[in-house]
């Protein structure tokens, strides 16, 4: 990279500093004039147990922070050792399906959640999923 710069870049940065113009923010959705607001979680390297308990903090923290979309990063199981365990679930004992499982049937937690992209969980290359969350009247 270039550690010089044009006397083009250097008057638009300055007229830049000068102005009073705002960027938008990337968070603003301009079709409904709404703060779209986004969060993500990664549960690598937990147990089941530990991944349940930290998804369930996180969806009610951003449930209560008006959060609307949460990422949940759990990797696709490709190197999980549960696959060797011929006494444990194939799908159940990798958080890419045991998560959502959970989320599913937690009452609690569902009456926070508009939608889950299952379709994203099914999906073999892919080891994340979103939820969308319902908004605090």
């Known amino acids: 990279m270039t550690s010089k710069l044009s006397d083009k870049d250097k008057k638009d940065w300055l007229n830049f500093l000068e102005s009073s113009e705002k960027l938008q923010s990337k968070e603003f959705d301009q079709v409904n004039n709404k703060i779209i607001l986004e969060r993500s979680i990664d549960l690598h390297g937990y ?6 308990i930290k998804i369930s903090e996180f ?7 008006k959060v609307k979309k949460v990422n949940v990063i759990t990797g696709k199981g490709m190197r999980s ?20 499982e959970y989320i599913k049937n937690n009452a609690e937690l569902m009456n926070k959640i508009v939608k889950i992209d299952f379709e994203s969980i099914n999906s073999p290359s892919k080891g994340n999923f979103d939820i969308f969350l319902k908004t605090i009247k």
């Open 59 to 65: 969806i009610e923290n951003c449930y209560i922070n």
């Open 47 to 52: 147990t089941l147990e530990e991944a349940n």
């Open 81 to 100: 050792k549960n696959l060797e365990d011929p006494y444990r679930s194939k799908d159940l004992s990798i958080l890419k399906y045991s998560v959502p």
